[in-house]
């Protein structure tokens, strides 16, 4: 009797075929059970927030999960602050809560855009919901010094519209008379992507992105601040055609 011959098995070939089709079960998974999670958690953010006051006079930091994420108290250990940051925000989000969270501030940092260019949001719209929100710090607190942060790098494929949007945030930030903080430079390698040693995921900061990030923030707050200045009259120029495409 023959022995059956044996066919030698491409054993790479089926761990790249596993892999990818785990990849997109992942992803779909991730997506069918993430998405309620990320609301119930921003819910429950977001009630716990305005349950609470901030203490007076404390720096109060606003923005999405990479604010929230910081252990502020520790970075930033000569401040009283408030960390109102809340993971999965977008501008509209925080355009809506903004003048419930103001109170009594010393100085305010602003950090949002990047999930709505998750969400395919366009650069215009980010940048009239921040606009919007800038005019709500002013009008909640007057005369507080106000840090407008650039978007953080990210993947790269996100590149373009971060660095549009970035252009938009320091003009948006010259109109308002307030202060503009461009770790965009600092965190990107050449590509326009987030240097790996500032992040596992090219999205969330690591600890010495924090570490630079509150360096940064404090330079500024040490600095004799201006009070943040009336906004000009002079209209910011139309933002629109292909620039504001989707990567």
């Known amino acids: 009797m023959k022995r059956p011959?044996?066919?030698?098995?491409?054993?790479?070939?089926?761990?790249?075929?596993r892999s990818t089709a785990g990849s997109l079960v992942q992803g779909f998974l991730a997506r069918r059970l993430g998405e309620p999670l990320v609301r119930a958690g921003k819910a429950a953010r977001l009630e716990l927030l305005d349950s609470l006051a901030a203490p007076e006079g404390a720096v109060v930091l606003l923005g999405d999960s990479i604010t929230d994420f910081g252990e502020w108290a520790e970075l930033l250990p000569e401040r009283v602050v408030a960390n109102r940051g809340v993971g999965g925000e977008t501008s509209a989000e925080l355009r809506e809560r903004v003048a419930r969270t103001i109170i009594s501030p010393s100085a305010v940092s602003v950090l949002i855009g990047t999930n709505d260019l998750t969400g395919g949001t366009s650069v215009a719209e980010i940048v009239d919901n921040i606009d919007n929100i800038l005019t709500a710090i002013n009008r909640k607190a007057p005369g507080v010094p106000i840090i407008l942060n650039a978007v953080m790098p990210r993947a790269a494929k996100y590149a373009r519209e971060i660095r549009a949007l970035n252009e938009w945030l320091h003009s948006l930030a010259q109109r308002h008379g307030v202060l503009f903080l461009d770790m965009w430079s600092e965190l990107a390698d050449a590509s326009g992507e987030i240097q790996k040693q500032y992040s596992?995921?090219?999205?969330?900061?690591?600890?010495?992105?924090?570490?630079?990030w509150a360096e940064r923030l404090e330079q500024l707050l040490s600095t004799p601040l201006s009070p943040a200045a009336a906004p000009t009259e002079e209209a910011m120029p139309a933002i629109g055609g292909q620039d504001d495409a989707q990567s």
């Open 5 to 17: 011959r044996l066919v030698p098995v491409d054993h790479t070939a089926l761990h790249r075929g």
């Open 200 to 212: 596992f995921d090219r999205l969330h900061l690591r600890a010495d992105a924090y570490a630079l």
